[in-house]
């Protein structure tokens, strides 16, 4: 299923909605049906983004998963972070227009 981002200020947004719900999750928002990120949001919500830890596998991660054959590391793998760069785009051009971003409306 597919999660719709959408401000005055910029096109839509699709996102799969398990990531959607992560990312409004991280910036304290609930991830109902309807909802809005307000200007005054904005700033909070752009550093829990940006804060977000990356998913890359650590070197020690890997040798460990090349000893078990039933781990080994998705090196396709897309992180969350990398994942919330489009959001963190529509919140920054949002911002700088000082209008809202909702979603289920």
Known sequence: M???FKSQATGELLMLTAHAHALLHHIGKSPDP???LTPEDMPAA???L???PGDEPVAEDVAAAKDDDDQQPDVNAVDLRRRAWPLIQMIETAQAA????VWGV
């Open 50 to 52: 940006r804060s977000l």
């Open 46 to 48: 752009l550093a829990a």
């Open 34 to 36: 309807k909802g809005i």
């Open 98 to 101: 000082k209008e809202p971003i």
């Open 2 to 4: 597919t999660f719709k």
